[in-house]
């Protein structure tokens, strides 16, 4: 009975620092392609952005599984990394001349993305702060 307690308890506890470090989610469906863009919190509060991309793929026996790469991006990257990619999403087109880089990445959704990031107010998240408790 106690030790039935006590897993309730740890589960509580999980629960709630799932629900405290989910602050924003996004998924974008991308052909056979799923991306999950979260916003979470670290227990200083501190912001950061996981980029997950998850593949349905089929293992052996025929089960149905999902191949998962993940991508952490702390504040302080939030502009470079911005800028990188529209150049690289800016290199394509110049390549193949299919779709512009401004339909994928205007340059205002660049510049009010890019304002906002930084914007807010952050303190520097370090990747062994996730772990470690208050």
Do not use: P, W
Not at 87 to 111: G, K, M, P, R, W
């Amino acid at each position: 009975m106690e030790e039935e307690a006590g897993i309730k308890e740890v589960i509580n506890g999980l629960e709630e620092r799932i629900n405290k470090e989910e602050i924003f989610s996004k998924v974008v469906r991308a052909g056979k392609r799923t991306y999950f863009f979260d916003v979470k919190a670290t227990r200083k509060d501190d912001y950061y952005l996981t980029i997950t991309e998850s593949k349905k793929r089929l293992g052996k026996e025929g089960k149905v599984f999902y191949e998962k790469h993940k991508i952490f991006l702390y504040k302080e990257d939030f502009v470079k990394f911005a800028e990188g990619l529209k150049e690289a999403v800016s290199y394509i087109d110049s390549c193949q001349n299919e779709t512009t880089a401004d339909q994928i990445l205007s340059e205002s959704e660049f510049h009010e993305d890019k304002e906002m990031l930084v914007s807010a107010e952050f303190t520097n998240v370090e990747f062994e702060d996730l772990g470690k408790k208050q």
